[in-house]
């Protein structure tokens, strides 16, 4: 048995939270967009430009958006996932940040290391888009 990594703890407290949402906009679109926020979902959420970034988005003919929020501080860092399809945010096409302040940009880096994804454009190749 492989050692527990809270991937299901994580799972559900995803789960929780989308059916806790109000305002959640349900859409499938050809092309979907990665919209990440460097800190935990509470501090995302309470954001009213990642709110917009998100709307506008999702507002977007043949676009979609899936959230993908840093770690709370009980998560495994090895599981970091889009909140709409669970996918891995190294999976996107695109990934678009929403930084409120300087000290997230710390939270940008650790979210793209830990997915992967070097911070570094120069470092990135066409696996990484």
């Known amino acids: 048995m492989p050692p527990y990594d809270g991937t299901h703890v994580k799972d559900r407290r995803i789960a929780q939270r989308l059916a806790?949402?109000?305002g959640r906009i349900e859409k499938q679109a050809p092309f979907t967009v990665a919209l990440a926020?460097?800190?935990?979902y509470s501090v995302g959420?309470?954001?009213?430009?990642?709110?917009?970034?998100?709307?506008?988005i999702q507002e977007t003919p043949g676009m979609a958006c899936e959230r993908v929020f840093a770690h709370d501080e009980d998560d495994s860092p090895s599981h970091l996932v889009?909140?709409?399809?669970?996918?891995?945010?190294?999976?996107?096409?695109?990934?678009?940040f929403s930084v409120a302040y300087e000290l997230e940009i710390g939270g940008l880096v650790r979210m793209l290391d830990s997915s992967g994804i070097p911070a570094e454009r120069a470092l990135r190749n066409e696996h990484h888009h």
Do not use: H, K, N, T
Request: positive net charge.
């Open 37 to 40: 926020y460097p800190s935990p």
């Open 82 to 96: 889009s909140y709409e399809g669970r996918r891995p945010l190294s999976a996107f096409g695109v990934v678009a």
């Open 20 to 22: 806790d949402e109000v």
């Open 45 to 56: 959420m309470s954001s009213l430009g990642f709110q917009r970034i998100y709307r506008a």
